[in-house]
């Protein structure tokens, strides 16, 4: 016997739909994917919307033979979104490991999106994540009235995502208690999940496969056991090589964020954007650019993520309070609170690199001067 999985939904209650405030990347690109699977005519694996091909462009981006562009959505090597890509087509799992705001998330999002047209199956993995969360659970009401059966269950995402062949998601994976994690070895291994109460399994579908992501600094805390490990084929999302690419990175994302908050696009931002990345690079890597300094590095990650997050808050603070332009004073408060996550040790490093560094520098004085203003 096997137990069939409906898919659930949620309708809104009444009148128009609201519109998401974050749609899910197969509906905020849906016009992107639909042009790469009209035009797409190369091979697609069991159940996948698109080919390998057409998913790697869809990630890396790429103008169709119509001259549809389609944007990048990750920036960085293209090996290693075809050795992603590729990896989905196996029947090993994909790991994406990485520091932290490396994009992990980011691109198992849009790889579940382009692979199955969901990106929603999707279990976050915590210190307190339960094998139900990874396997099924019951609704106690059916359980208690009728016993185990299979309306009483309550299939978790990755149950459902074996059942209808689909991309299952695990996020943080490291942060799941060992004993949980373990219960993936069997449904990657055997691409089943047994239902012991009803005497039954769930198999795979083919199709079906899994994503998830794993922060560099968690490691050793729960160390993936090596026969999980062995399920997986790991990529590694490395942070940007160079300012310029973080900049196009940070430029990029913010522009996107930006309009879907509708806010005023900043015409000269990108000056700005280039000293918050310096910046951040800098007290990151220990050293300035031109490599002649050695500074201290700060507790905080300062990871192209949060870069994105200062200049997306910079830029509603320029077009809410200020004339709309991206300045120096609009992205100073950001940068400070991004830097200084430990009140005492990382204050002294900030001060140390302000009067060292920033003040020296050519054409940073509104700069310094803003950072000053709110680190008195
Ligand atoms: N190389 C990149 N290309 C495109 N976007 C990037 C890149 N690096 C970072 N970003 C952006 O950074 C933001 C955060 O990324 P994300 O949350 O996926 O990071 P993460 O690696 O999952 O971090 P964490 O370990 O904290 O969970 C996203 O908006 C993403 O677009
Ligand atoms: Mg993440």
Request: charge should be negative; glycine fraction near 8%; aromatic fraction near 4%.
């Amino acid at each position: 016997m096997s137990v069939s999985v409906e898919p659930t939904t949620v309708e809104p209650k009444r009148g128009e739909p609201a519109e998401a405030l974050r749609p899910h990347a197969e509906e905020a690109f849906a016009g992107e994917l639909a042009a790469l699977a009209a035009q797409d005519d190369r091979p697609r694996p069991a159940r996948w919307k698109l080919s390998p091909w057409a998913v790697a462009t869809y990630l890396l981006g790429g103008t169709l033979p119509d001259g549809t562009v389609i944007t990048p959505k990750y920036v960085g090597p293209r090996r290693l979104v075809e050795v992603a890509v590729t990896t989905l087509a196996t029947d090993r799992a994909l790991l994406l490991l990485g520091v932290p705001g490396t994009a992990k998330t980011w691109v198992s999002e849009h790889l579940a999106a382009a692979v199955s047209g969901d990106s929603t199956l999707l279990v976050q993995g915590t210190a307190g994540t339960p094998e139900e969360a990874i396997r099924y659970g019951w609704n106690y009401a059916q359980l208690l009235a009728h016993g185990p059966s299979r309306d009483a269950l309550v299939p978790s995402p990755v149950m459902r995502a074996m059942a209808e062949g689909m991309t299952a998601r695990v996020e943080e994976l490291t942060r799941i208690p060992a004993d949980v994690q373990d219960t993936l070895i069997t449904i990657l291994s055997e691409k089943t999940l047994p239902i012991p109460e009803l005497g039954s399994e769930v198999q795979a579908v083919r199709g079906f496969n899994l994503i998830a992501t794993a922060n560099d600094r968690d490691r050793g805390v729960n160390d993936l056991s090596s026969a999980l490990r062995r399920r997986f084929n790991t990529v590694v999302l490395p942070l940007p090589e160079s300012v310029e690419a973080e900049v196009d990175i940070v430029s990029r994302r913010v522009d996107q964020i930006g309009r879907s908050l509708d806010l005023p696009a900043a015409p000269d931002g990108i000056a700005e954007i280039r000293r918050v990345v310096t910046v951040f690079r800098e007290l990151r890597d220990g050293v300035t650019s031109d490599g002649r300094t050695k500074l201290k590095s700060p507790s905080g990650t300062l990871s192209t993520a949060e870069a994105i997050s200062v200049v997306t808050g910079g830029l509603a603070l320029a077009a809410h309070f200020g004339d709309g332009v991206l300045r120096a004073g609009d992205v100073a408060a950001g940068i400070l609170g991004a830097v200084v996550r430990d009140p005492a040790a990382d204050r002294v490093i900030w001060q140390e690199y302000l009067e060292a560094v920033v003040r020296e520098r050519d054409g940073w004085k509104d700069f310094y001067r803003a950072c000053r203003e709110v680190s008195a």
